[in-house]
Structures are given as structure tokens and as C-alpha cells.
């Protein structure tokens, strides 16, 4: 079967289709695209044949959620040419693209809301849903029809989070307990994304608006305990968060805030030793990984974190050695 840039073979010592006539005129020849879609029986989408679609591997769970923001893994390619016009694939992890706002191609959105993800999908887009008759030029042509393999890599849906945000303030304090609580979470699962991209700025602004909105007083225990809870991961991302951006004290800062909701906490006195580290307050930051390992002995990260406090203290001590024997050396009394 021609695959996207391969044209079509034509079967040597065939001069005329089947039941032709010689000297009749001969049909053109099917395109790649049109004999992909004639062999494998493409879903149509949009019952138009304007969005065809074939599952190369299926995916897990439920479809995409129409206010969702995705994370895709794409190819475009035009007939005729080997390479893709356009691909995201040699990034590692993907920006996340709202539907309805970063996604300009009508058809892509149709066949993402079928989606699952884990799911590898090949698309067949008319123009209408495409690039429209006039293409986009020089890239491309006039009334291009373009096949695109997308990849879902995951899919977070921010409808709740959005309606929540749109709020006022009085109006986010009559909110149910619950809704907001899955709002933080979705805020958090949005700083988690941006954190694995390196994006640490922006995970940090995504988990402090997650943490925002979770000071509202508990009306009983039950409330209080999930609150809490979910404050707790917040606040274990935030130090985390603050280390990378260097900023060892307001990391300090979130580690000990978790640290009173949970002082056994060993991720959290971690984060506090890692950050007292590397402000140089050594007996802090023993103090705090010494309680870490008492509770986890056998973390390989929290005496790791150990022996670099060892050694970042003997290198402190002998250079606060040499500076007090250059203070109270004897002076020379020989000609300079």
C-alpha cells in the first residue's frame, strides 16, 4: 500500500483498467490518500468524508472531554512528499494545547474529542477542515488535503476549573466543598505537567493558584482532614518548585507550612533539610534530614542528602580552619 509520499504503483503490462475499451479515456489514477482510505475503510467523523479516521493503537479510558487541554504527539503530511509539513515529535514532552483556543484546525479538534488516551490515530482532513481552499501558502497548496498521526499522551479537563475561575469571590465561597477540591487537584495536575516540562515559573503560579483557594474553614473534622490533604500536596510541590527556582527560603517556607499539618512528614522535612542546605544552615538542615531518616531509613535520597551535608561540612570547617590560622599567624619580620 503507498503510504503519505509515496505515489501510487501501477502494475506493469497494464495498459487499460479492467472492461476498458482501447481508445477510451482513461480514469486518473486513485492518490495515496484515496487509496489509504478506500483500503482501510476510514471512520468518517464529520458524515461528510470531510474527517476520516483510522486507529492505529487504542487507548485507555474515557474520550477526550470537549473543555480539555491535551497533550499531543503530531505529524502533518501532505501527498506526494516524504517528510512532514509540520510535527511536534522530537520534543519530549509536549505543551499542552487548549481545545476551542490553541487548536486551529477544525478536523484535528473533531478527531481529538474521540480520542483516548494512549490512543495513535491517522486522520484524513478535506480543506473545509483543514487549511480551506486557499491552503497557506507556500507551505501549503490550494485545496490541500493533509493526513495527520496524532498521538494522545494525556488530557487534563479544566471545564470545572474554568467555570470556578470565572467566578467572584463570594460566589467561589458558596462553591461546594468537593468542586473545589477537585479544582485544586486539577490546578495541581496542571503545575505537575509544567514541572515535568521544566516550566517551573509557570508550575509554581498553577500550584499557589491550586493552594489559593484552599483556606476556606472546615464546617467538621471529616472537611478539615481533606482539606489538609490536598493542601499538603500543594505545599510539598510549592518547596519543591522553589528549590529548582533556587529560592531555598520560600521553599523553607512551604516545607515548614506542610510540616504543620503533617510533622512526620518525611518528604517534607526532607524538602526542609534540602533547603537549609543550601541557605548553609548546617545544623538546620541536619536536624530536619536526621528526623526524615528516622521515619524513612532506608531512603536512598534522604542519605544521599546526608552525606553531601557531611561533606559540604567538613569543606565549611576546614576553610573556617585556614581563615582563623591566616587571622592569628605571626607577621613576618623579613623584607618584603
Do not use: W
Not at 486522520?123 to 493526513?147: E, Q, R, S
Not at 509554581?204 to 472546615?218: F, H, T
Request: charged fraction near 25%.
Amino acid at each position: 500500500m503507498a503510504g503519505p509520499g509515496q505515489p501510487p504503483a501501477v502494475p506493469e503490462g497494464r495498459q487499460h483498467p479492467a472492461g476498458q475499451a482501447p481508445g477510451s479515456v482513461a480514469a486518473a489514477p486513485a492518490s495515496p490518500f484515496q487509496r489509504l482510505v478506500q483500503a482501510r475503510r476510514l471512520r468518517d467523523l464529520s458524515s461528510d468524508g470531510g474527517v476520516l479516521k483510522e486507529v492505529l493503537r487504542p487507548g485507555a479510558g474515557e474520550p477526550v472531554p470537549p473543555d480539555a487541554s491535551v497533550a499531543v504527539k503530531y505529524s502533518g503530511y501532505l501527498e506526494y512528499a516524504d517528510e512532514p509539513f509540520c510535527t511536534n515529535c522530537y520534543r519530549k514532552l509536549p505543551r499542552l494545547m487548549k481545545l476551542g483556543k490553541d487548536i486551529t484546525l477544525g478536523g484535528l479538534e473533531i478527531g481529538l474529542l474521540t480520542m483516548k488516551k494512549g490512543e495513535l490515530a491517522r486522520f484524513v482532513f478535506t480543506p473545509d477542515y483543514a487549511y480551506g481552499k486557499l491552503g497557506c501558502p507556500p507551505l501549503i497548496p490550494l485545496n490541500a488535503v493533509v493526513l495527520f498521526e496524532v498521538e494522545l499522551l494525556d488530557f487534563l479537563d479544566s471545564a470545572e476549573s474554568d467555570r470556578f475561575f470565572a467566578l467572584t469571590a463570594e460566589q467561589q465561597g458558596m462553591f461546594p466543598l468537593q468542586k473545589v477540591l477537585k479544582v485544586a487537584d486539577t490546578e495541581r495536575e496542571f503545575g505537575n505537567y509544567l514541572y515535568r516540562q521544566q516550566h517551573f515559573l509557570d508550575s509554581k503560579d498553577r500550584y499557589k493558584r491550586a493552594y489559593s483557594i484552599l483556606g476556606r474553614s472546615p464546617s467538621n473534622e471529616a472537611e478539615r482532614c481533606q482539606i489538609d490533604a490536598s493542601k499538603l500536596l500543594v505545599l510539598l510541590n510549592l518547596s519543591l518548585t522553589y528549590l529548582k527556582l533556587e529560592r531555598p527560603a520560600r521553599a523553607l517556607a512551604y516545607g515548614e507550612k506542610a510540616l504543620e499539618i503533617n510533622q512526620r512528614n518525611a518528604k517534607a522535612l526532607f524538602r526542609c533539610g534540602q533547603a537549609c542546605l543550601c541557605m548553609t544552615e548546617y545544623e538546620k538542615a541536619r536536624d530536619f534530614l536526621v528526623r526524615a531518616q528516622q521515619i524513612q531509613p532506608f531512603n536512598h535520597d534522604i542519605n544521599n542528602e546526608l552525606k553531601k551535608l557531611s561533606s559540604c561540612y567538613k569543606d565549611y570547617v576546614d576553610k573556617e580552619k585556614e581563615m582563623c590560622c591566616r587571622m592569628f599567624a605571626p607577621l613576618n619580620s623579613s623584607p618584603v
